[in-house]
T-cell receptor
Framework: QKEVEQDPGPLSVPEGAIVSLNCTYS??????FMWYRQYSRKGPELLMY????GNKEDGRFTAQVDKSSKYISLFIRDSQPSDSATYLC??????????????FGQGTILTVHP | KAGVTQTPRYLIKTRGQQVTLSCSPI?????VSWYQQTPGQGLQFLFE???????NKGNFPGRFSGRQFSNSRSEMNVSTLELGDSALYLC??????????????FGPGTRLTVL
C-alpha cells in the first residue's frame, strides 16, 4: 500500500464548477502538506502549503487538512479552463530522515471545459 | 530571481549507456532534491544534497547517484541504463535542508528516453 493515495481521475468539470481533490495517507508522522499543480511538460508548481490540521485559503483555492482522519483536500472555486492540469498532493515529516523528501500522491488530472 | 534550471531538457539513450543530468538551483538555495516521475509510479524521491553532502536517499538502486558542487549546482548520474529508467527527472531546490516550512521549487525536468 502506498503511503499517499490520490484518485488519479481524470476529472472533467464545466467552467465555474467547484472542484474537490483529495488525498489520504497512512504515515502519521507527516506534518506538512502541500498541493502542487503541474502543467503538461512542466515541473510541479507549489499552490498551497499547510502545517498540521486546519484550513488555508488563497484566492480561489482552499486547502484542508484533517490529521485525525489522515485526509487532505484542495477545493477550487469558480474553476477556469486555465486550471486544467495535474494536481499533486505532497507531504513530509518534520526534520530528521525527511530531509529534502516529499512523498507525493499519484496526481489527479483535471480538465475544465468552457 | 531565476528559477531552477535543468539541462538537458530532453535526452535519448540506449540500454547500457550512462547519463548525467544537471540542475542549477535558485540563487541562494543550498538544498537540491531529485525525483523520478513515471506514469506508473508517480513522483518518487531519489536523493537530497545539502552543502555537497548527501543527506537523504530514496529506494533506488546504486546505479543512481548524484553529487553537489560548492556553488550548490547538482548532477545526477544513471549508469547501465535500463528501459525502465525512461522518465521525467525533476530537480527541486530549497533554502534549507530540513523538514517543516522549507519549500521546494521544481525545475522543468529532463525527459530521458531509453531505447
Amino acid at each position: 500500500q502506498k503511503e499517499v493515495e490520490q484518485d488519479p481521475g481524470p476529472l472533467s468539470v464545466p467552467e465555474g464548477a467547484i472542484v474537490s481533490l483529495n488525498c489520504t495517507y497512512s504515515n502519521s508522522a507527516f506534518q506538512y502538506f502541500m498541493w502542487y499543480r503541474q502543467y503538461s511538460r512542466k515541473g510541479p508548481e507549489l499552490l498551497m502549503y499547510t502545517y498540521s490540521s486546519g484550513n488555508k485559503e488563497d484566492g480561489r483555492f482552499t486547502a484542508q487538512v484533517d490529521k485525525s482522519s489522515k485526509y487532505i483536500s484542495l477545493f477550487i472555486r469558480d474553476s477556469q479552463p486555465s486550471d486544467s492540469a495535474t494536481y499533486l498532493c505532497a507531504m513530509r515529516n518534520a526534520g530528521g530522515t525527511s530531509y529534502g523528501k516529499l512523498t507525493f500522491g499519484q496526481g489527479t488530472i483535471l480538465t475544465v471545459h468552457p | 530571481k531565476a528559477g531552477v534550471t535543468q539541462t538537458p531538457r530532453y535526452l535519448i539513450k540506449t540500454r547500457g549507456q550512462q547519463v548525467t543530468l544537471s540542475c542549477s538551483p535558485i540563487s541562494g538555495h543550498r538544498s537540491v532534491s531529485w525525483y523520478q516521475q513515471t506514469p506508473g509510479q508517480g513522483l518518487q524521491f531519489l536523493f537530497e544534497y545539502f552543502s555537497e553532502t548527501q543527506r537523504n536517499k530514496g529506494n533506488f538502486p546504486g546505479r543512481f547517484s548524484g553529487r553537489q558542487f560548492s556553488n550548490s549546482r547538482s548532477e545526477m548520474n544513471v549508469s547501465t541504463l535500463e528501459l525502465g529508467d525512461s522518465a521525467l527527472y525533476l530537480c527541486a531546490s530549497s533554502w534549507l535542508a530540513g523538514g517543516g516550512t522549507d519549500t521546494q521549487y521544481f525545475g522543468p525536468g529532463t525527459r530521458l528516453t531509453v531505447l
